[in-house]
């Protein structure tokens, strides 16, 4: 029993380089979605997003003085 003690260090071993590869990839995986998230906003498709979010938030802000949304009318 005691010559398969040296199995259980391999997977010790094993399962650390998985975790490292794996954290490795995760990382690798934010760099790409972070230079996909800034060519996006240089683009003109990521611009007219960004105006037109801007442009709802602020009519938002501005339709709604106090008034209700829905007004009811009886008769």
Do not use: V, Y
Request: charged letters at 35%; a positive charge; proline letters at 1%.
């Amino acid at each position: 029993m005691g010559c398969f003690a040296c199995f259980d260090g391999g997977k010790r071993r094993r399962k650390e380089e998985e975790r490292l590869a794996s954290e490795e990839a995760r990382a690798k995986a934010a760099e790409a979605a972070q230079r996909r998230q800034e060519q996006f906003e240089q683009s003109a498709a990521g611009k007219a997003a960004r105006a037109q979010i801007a442009a709802a938030a602020k009519q938002s802000a501005n339709s709604n003085k106090g008034e209700p949304t829905l007004k009811w009318q009886m008769g």
